[in-house]
């Protein structure tokens, strides 16, 4: 069952079972030149929101060295962006740039979000996500109630990124805990397993 907090943008009730901060522990996993390279990691991730259609998203992993009840942590990485649910924007939203709206909004209840849902009875979403190492992702998925499939639609590296070419990611409530996972295609590789991890909500 999903808790859903009161007083949210609309377009965002359908992504809210996400909001807070979550930490727990998953497993890098990858195959680079037919050697396939394990890492235990520690994650902290967060989703929040400014009042606005769209959830902030951050997260930063830690690998995890050695054994025992308190084993090392060194910092590995990060990643930020933002989620939102998928839909042309009008004159009602800001843009392009900075530009306000000019009209009220197009989805101001949740009865105007409802005529958002697809097919399969869920919302299209989108979510832009930016690494620090010069890559950038933007997918597009489906959030149906506690899960979201996501595939990109676009990857932009920069001229000094390693190879990246797709990603998928699917994340999930089940028993209050999130679970996620990451599959790439990189370094010449085909879409494959990379990363998972189960977090516990800290706040």
Do not use: C
């Not at 396939?36 to 990691?41: A, V």
């Not at 869920?122 to 992702?137: C, K, Q, R, W, Y």
């Amino acid at each position: 069952m999903m808790d859903i907090p009161t007083g949210l943008p609309p377009e965002i009730v359908p992504l809210s079972w996400l909001l807070g901060v979550w930490e727990g522990d998953g497993v890098i996993e990858y195959d680079v030149d037919g050697d396939t390279r394990r890492h235990d990691f520690r994650q902290h991730v967060s989703f929040s929101h400014d009042g606005l259609g769209y959830l902030n998203y951050s997260a930063r992993l830690e690998l995890v060295e050695g054994t025992g009840d308190e084993p090392d942590t060194v910092p590995l990485t990060a990643e930020s962006g933002f989620w939102r649910l998928a839909r042309p924007r009008d004159e009602g939203d800001v843009g392009p740039g900075y530009l306000p709206p000019s009209a009220p909004p197009s989805f101001p209840d949740a009865d105007a979000v409802e005529t958002l849902r697809n097919a399969e009875g869920g919302f299209d979403v989108e979510a832009a996500i930016v690494h620090p190492t010069g890559l950038s992702e933007l997918y597009l998925g489906t959030v149906r109630g506690p899960r979201i499939d996501l595939a990109t639609d676009a990857v932009v590296t920069s001229p000094g990124a390693k190879p990246f070419t797709a990603a998928t990611r699917m994340y999930g409530l089940v028993g209050g805990e999130l679970l996620w996972a990451w599959d790439i295609a990189a370094l010449g590789g085909e879409l494959a397993t990379h990363a998972s991890a189960k977090l516990a909500k800290r706040d």
